[in-house]
């Protein structure tokens, strides 16, 4: 059953994941990174289940460290001095916290771009962007697609060639590399066989022959324009506080952090609203369900 975040219009989807990512990236402040991060891990856990949260914290925190252990070995920026690496370069104290924001902000990123994943589908994609590219609007939807599909059929071959090789030998890491090249091998030639499928179906559906007509049942309500409006004005802001240094944090040559003032607080405020959007909007729809359920 779709509710609250997944039945919002397309734009404001796309709206909202955009101004989560950008702001994240561009502005790389920590209180924003942090923000950013737990918001990415509870609509995770809210959306996927706790089990899925654990696989993606898992990729998360072999990414983090690291990035955390290579950042003060090639970067030796910064005047606090800790210690001399073998190699006689410096290691600085601001070097590893710009390590530890790279590192969520990857993190970060990782993130959204997994729950971008399940909420953009191909539809979705085709309605935004398939008058101004359609072809490009088509790859994507295509790809997103392809790769769920990928990742389903190579668990069954997998599947089945444990199940066929568990008394072969003895050796289980040389059975596990049988099994993994025959996989790859099994999937490369369903990828030919399924493009060639696809090709087939797309020329003989008029793919091509004349001017693409769009279906779709999406409709501007007035709270996605009011969603829109909101967080246009939420990016103003936090750009606006950013240029003038309201929320200002720099790691080289020294850690500098500018953000206890009323206005810094407030842009906090409203990011953590945000970035938390999503999960407000499923759990409103979620207690209005609950409650007309409760007037049966």
């Not at 790279?102 to 990123?109: I, R």
């Not at 309605?127 to 790809?143: D, E, T, V």
């Not at 099994?179 to 003989?204: F, P, R």
């Amino acid at each position: 059953m779709k509710t609250g975040f997944s039945t919002l219009h397309p734009m404001v989807q796309a709206m909202f994941f955009i101004s989560c990512i950008s702001v994240t990236m561009l502005i790389m402040h920590p209180v924003f990174l942090i923000i950013s991060l737990i918001s990415s891990f509870i609509y995770l856990v809210y959306s996927y289940g706790f089990r899925q949260f654990l696989k993606m914290l898992k990729v998360d925190l072999v990414t983090s460290v690291i990035i955390i252990l290579v950042n003060p070995l090639i970067s030796h920026g910064g005047i606090t001095f800790i210690a001399y690496l073998p190699s006689g370069n410096p290691m600085t104290l601001e070097s590893i916290l710009f390590g530890c924001a790279a590192a969520m902000l990857l993190s970060c990123t990782f993130n959204w771009f997994f729950c971008v994943s399940r909420v953009m589908t191909s539809d979705r994609i085709i309605y935004l962007f398939g008058k101004i590219a359609p072809k490009l609007a088509l790859m994507i939807s295509m790809i997103l697609c392809f790769s769920g599909k990928f990742s389903g059929h190579y668990r069954e071959v997998v599947t089945a060639q444990q199940l066929l090789y568990r008394n072969s030998d003895r050796n289980r890491l040389f059975r596990r590399l049988k099994i993994s090249v025959k996989a790859v091998s099994s999937m490369i030639q369903w990828s030919l066989e399924n493009s060639i499928d696809t090709a087939d179906s797309m020329k003989s559906r008029g793919y091509g022959a004349g001017k693409r007509t769009f279906y779709h049942i999406f409709r501007m309500r007035t709270k996605d324009v009011i969603l829109l409006v909101w967080m246009l004005i939420t990016d103003i802001l936090i750009v606006s506080a950013f240029y003038r240094e309201v929320i200002f944090f720099s790691y080289y040559p020294v850690t500098q952090i500018t953000c206890e003032n009323t206005e810094s607080y407030f842009i906090y405020v409203i990011y953590i609203f945000l970035c938390m959007l999503p999960v407000i909007a499923d759990r409103k729809e979620d207690i209005k369900w609950k409650y007309l359920r409760s007037k049966i």
